[in-house]
């Protein structure tokens, strides 16, 4: 089907640059014969939502063509994006500088901040409360509901999971509540529970595919002089265990 352009009358080809009206009507016409400006306007319409060009029957609203109102449109969609980048590197910057300060090893400028230290500031205070007697876990959760007014003394529960013999671990949005929970079961459930803290658990890297059966002093020492920027003292990191790999007896891998 050969479309024709509305305003000149004549075939319009593929190699052509042409636009459709965008009312009613649809139809089609060179570019040539309704803008005369250097924006490239088809590509222009595909990339700005809501920017359309309309003949003169379908007209029903002032859009004009002129390059200086595709200039701000661009321009306000170009500005747009960067407002939202802003936003994106002022959020990273807070959360970098929160981890800064809630580090305790960071009081140098120049003292590199490790791994372990920012994944410890990201646990999620809980306490796990365990029946002295084995019992099921709904009997726990009731009693703790019966004994501690979680609404009343202001403590939010981020997480509830089942542990074994019955026990149940809550977690607290804060440390605050975590501590407010821990004391109030412990006065008012001593005599059936036993409430701890859940520790931090220390970051571990598994390295495999070593050739040779290093001791564990020579693997520290080589991991603090092949990542000295990551690592600042060797005694920093412990070698949990070094042991041959499962599926290739003559490599060896080691928990740090």
Not at 244 to 253: S, V, W
Request: hydrophobic content about 40%; some cysteine.
């Amino acid at each position: 089907m050969t479309l024709i352009c509305l305003i000149c009358e004549t075939a319009v080809s593929r190699k052509q640059a042409s636009i459709f009206c965008g009312g009613p009507c649809k139809k089609v016409v060179h570019v040539s014969c309704v803008y005369a400006g250097t924006v490239d306007l088809p590509t222009l319409i595909k990339q700005i939502p809501g920017l359309s060009w309309r003949c003169n029957d379908c007209l029903s609203s002032d859009v004009s063509i002129e390059d200086t109102d595709l200039g701000q449109l661009v321009e306000s969609k170009i500005s747009h994006a960067l407002d939202s980048i802003v936003v994106q590197i002022n959020e990273l910057k807070s959360t970098i500088e929160q981890a800064i300060l809630q580090n305790p090893d960071a009081s140098s400028v120049n003292k590199p901040i490790s791994y372990a230290s920012v994944l410890r500031n990201k646990t999620v205070p809980a306490v796990i409360i365990k029946p002295k007697e084995s019992q099921d876990t709904s009997k726990t959760k009731t009693d703790i509901l019966q004994n501690v007014n979680l609404v009343a003394d202001e403590i939010h529960i981020s997480k509830i999971k089942h542990v074994n013999d019955g026990g149940v671990l809550i977690g607290c949005k804060s440390a605050e509540g975590n501590l407010k929970l821990k004391k109030l079961v412990q006065e008012k459930m001593v005599g059936s529970y036993d409430v701890k803290d859940v520790g931090c658990v220390n970051p571990r890297v598994r390295i495999i595919g070593m050739t040779l059966e290093y001791s564990a002093e020579h693997l520290r020492n080589q991991l603090f002089n092949m990542n000295d920027v990551l690592i600042s003292n060797p005694n920093d990191s412990k070698i949990i265990k070094i042991l041959p790999f499962k599926r290739d007896n003559a490599k060896y891998q080691a928990v740090v």
